[in-house]
């Protein structure tokens, strides 16, 4: 029998956090997190070999790394590469075209039509992939569309809302919600490939600042944990749950936790100390409502802020998290049930 390919993990990342990486991040990581989000909307593996002019190996690569560590696996580390062939006063030039497809009577680019007609207009002989790398470069990003609300099981989810609702009810019983999120330490707009006349910035650097916060919340206590990391995978997802049974005192005598369906939630070696995990019903981050305490840190200590270097990303994370901690009731309303149910 046929062994079953290797399949990413759709609850890995969603397909706007694979967007906004890829728009941060190097030429090399937006290929990779392009290639998933394409396999995430049911794309072919040789349709997405043939569209990137990547290998099957390179694919299967990707699908590993992404699967182990999600959105982080797919973050390439800086290396040094060959002389640019689009670059200088010429590569301005081409990006004000890009912007501004009108000059030449097209109403959009496609990396197809704009590599034809840099060979016509500019004799620049190079590949379809330096056309494309060339985009990523200068802070383009391909949209792809976003179906995944298609997917969603609505029995799951209503027999999942009973459970949690009789979960609820229960005196003793809390009920935990965990999660990771992704902050970036340059939440600026980037150039999208079908933008223009839109002013946008760059990072002074162009380094991709990113961290991790793994944590969890009771709704009823407004209670909230969480460490910071480098990445996602099964080692990290241990190390917080063995942190969180070292300083979370439980009210209750009955704990669950409430996790999606990432790989590093299912693996079977780990130690769930107090709590006893549930799983969300798939592809259904509504129903959690610590993704609402994202939402707010996000907003509040990372809407227009600049960290331009590691270190201070760290240390406004730090301040983020505290600040939540620090405040129980508000977590509450944050993360109150609601209408959830």
């Known amino acids: 029998m046929a062994q079953r390919l290797l399949e990413p993990n759709a609850e890995n990342a969603t397909i706007t956090e694979l967007k906004e990486t890829a728009r941060l991040g190097s030429s090399e990581t937006a290929l990779r997190c392009t290639a998933i989000q394409f396999l995430l909307v049911g794309t072919s593996r040789q349709q997405v070999c043939d569209a990137l ?14 699967n182990q560590c999600g ?13 640019r062939i689009l670059n200088g006063q010429n590569a301005q030039k081409l990006v004000e075209l890009i912007e501004d497809p009108e000059r030449v009577e097209r109403t959009f680019w496609t990396a197809k039509a704009f590599h034809g007609y840099l060979s016509e207009a500019y004799e620049i002989e190079c590949s379809y992939r330096t056309v494309v790398r060339f985009f990523h470069q200068q802070g383009f990003a391909l949209k792809v569309p976003q179906p995944w609300p298609d997917r969603q099981d609505e029995e799951q989810r209503k027999a999942f809302c009973n459970s949690l609702h009789d979960l609820l009810q229960d ?12 902050f970036e330490g340059d939440p600026r707009p980037r150039r999208r490939w079908d ?22 919340v009771c709704p009823r206590t407004g209670e909230f944990f969480a460490i910071e990391t480098s990445h996602s995978d099964t080692d990290t997802f241990q190390a917080f749950l063995d942190e969180a049974g070292k300083f979370v005192n439980f009210e209750r005598p009955d704990n669950i936790i409430i996790v999606d369906n990432a790989s590093w939630h299912k ?15 798939p592809y259904s981050p509504d129903l959690n409502p610590i993704e609402r305490i994202w939402l707010t840190m996000k907003a509040k200590w990372f809407n227009n802020h600049v960290c331009r270097n590691v270190d201070q990303m760290i240390d406004r994370l730090d301040q983020a998290i505290l600040d939540v901690v620090n405040n129980p009731k508000r977590n509450q309303k944050t993360a109150a049930i609601g209408t959830l149910i």
Not at 71 to 82: M, T, W
Not at 171 to 182: C, I, L, M, N, R
Not at 267 to 281: A, D, E, R
């Open 171 to 182: 005196p003793k019983t809390d009920v935990w919600f965990a999660d990771e999120s992704g």
């Open 195 to 216: 933008r223009k006349g839109k002013k946008t910035r760059v990072t002074k650097n162009g380094d991709h600042l990113r961290m991790n916060v793994m944590g969890m």
């Open 53 to 66: 002019e990547v290998t099957e190996r390179a694919i299967r690569k990707w699908i590993a790394a992404f």
């Open 71 to 83: 959105i982080d696996g797919l973050i390439a580390q800086k290396r040094p590469g060959r002389t």
């Open 267 to 281: 693996k079977k070696s780990l130690h769930w100390h107090g709590w006893q995990p549930m799983f969300l019903p």
